[in-house]
């Protein structure tokens, strides 16, 4: 399909069935009953990709969001262990759920990201199915408003799994019109020119080495300087659910995991600027002091995405130097 006929579709298919302006009436403080996910919410066009089900306020700027992890997936890992790229989006998630949801911002400006870090239990790894469903509390705080709405704020998240806590995350994000979003991102702002700006994916980096079994997964290439390319695939129907003007957040996330090709216990990031689909990106990997506690087990490594000779995201992530055995699902991280 080209490609002005898919963001018009994705346009049109988000907007669907949205409410007004006004948003959803409960607002920011304590909701009744729970209240059902609608794909558009959560900035998702295909309605399978909506991990999040439930949500509702349980207090001033406090909610419970109830999510639910699919039975079987062509990207995550599911069955016995959390998916660290799993809980990135459920988490991910939440943010545009509870801006249009619970504090009315409209559908069509944007939402920023600026840091994200998650921290996963050692009941996460523990080799026993809990089921689907994964229950969120949520606090929102550090919020500061333009008017009557964010301008940014801050989550944390509490994730449980079968009743037991199995992560903690942590996120903060700014929030822009549609026009202010257009004028500072310029000659970038047309998703549509910038998908047809990107040059073809390069080929994957061997599968071993990154946690993937399937060469469309792989989000790094080959050698390039003192790293490897980022592998920018527009057409992957995971990480573009629909057209962007950027390479997407999670996609940025999903490198520093395979980069350190371990299984990834803890991350804390940084989007320091967008990368952009018209320039090389190269994926640079550097170690850091031992882990938490000495434990011998674990190393941590600094992640770098490095676009025209500036770093446009870092992470620091904490893994374990074998991967965990899978056991179900494609990711073998």
């Given at each position: ?13 988000l ?44 207090g ?104 037991v ?37 390069p080929?994957?980096?061997?599968y ?44 940025l996330l999903?490198?520093a ?25 190269t ?21 770098t ?29």
């Amino acid at each position: 399909m080209p490609v002005c006929n898919e963001l018009d579709r994705a346009r049109d298919e988000l907007d669907r069935g949205r409410p007004g302006d006004a948003g959803h009436p409960g607002g920011p403080g304590t909701d009744g009953g729970a209240v059902p996910v609608e794909p558009w919410q959560v900035h998702k066009l295909h309605a399978d990709e909506v991990y999040l089900t439930h949500w509702r306020g349980t207090g001033p700027d406090a909610f419970h969001i109830r999510a639910r992890r699919p039975d079987r997936h062509p990207l995550y890992r599911v069955g016995a262990e959390l998916d660290p790229l799993l809980l990135c989006e459920t988490v991910r998630q939440v943010f545009p759920l509870l801006c249009h949801a619970a504090y009315d911002v409209p559908l069509g400006h944007q939402l920023i990201w600026e840091r994200f870090r998650y921290d996963l239990h050692d009941a996460a790894f523990a080799g026993a199915d809990r089921g689907p469903v994964l229950d969120l509390e949520v606090r929102c705080f550090d919020l500061s408003y333009r008017g009557k709405r964010p301008a940014a704020l801050s989550l944390r998240a509490d994730v449980g799994w079968g009743g037991v806590r199995v992560a903690t995350a942590e996120t903060r994000f700014t929030v822009q019109s549609r026009a202010v979003y257009q004028r500072l991102r310029g000659a970038h702002a047309d998703a549509e020119e910038a998908i047809a700006s990107a040059e073809p994916a390069p080929a994957p980096a061997p599968y071993t080495r990154t946690g993937r079994d399937r060469a469309a997964d792989v989000v790094l290439a080959g050698p390039a300087g003192d790293g490897r390319l980022l592998r920018v695939d527009p057409g992957h129907p995971i990480y573009f659910d629909h057209p962007v003007d950027h390479v997407p957040g999670m996609l940025l996330l999903e490198a520093a995991h395979q980069a350190v090709g371990g299984a990834v216990r803890s991350l804390d990031c940084t989007f320091r600027r967008y990368v952009e689909f018209d320039a090389p990106c190269t994926v640079v990997t550097a170690p850091l002091d031992s882990g938490p506690d000495g434990d011998p087990e674990r190393t941590r490594t600094r992640v770098t995405a490095v676009q025209d000779g500036e770093a446009r995201f870092t992470a620091d992530v904490v893994s374990c130097s074998a991967p965990v055995p899978q056991e179900s699902g494609r990711a073998a991280r």
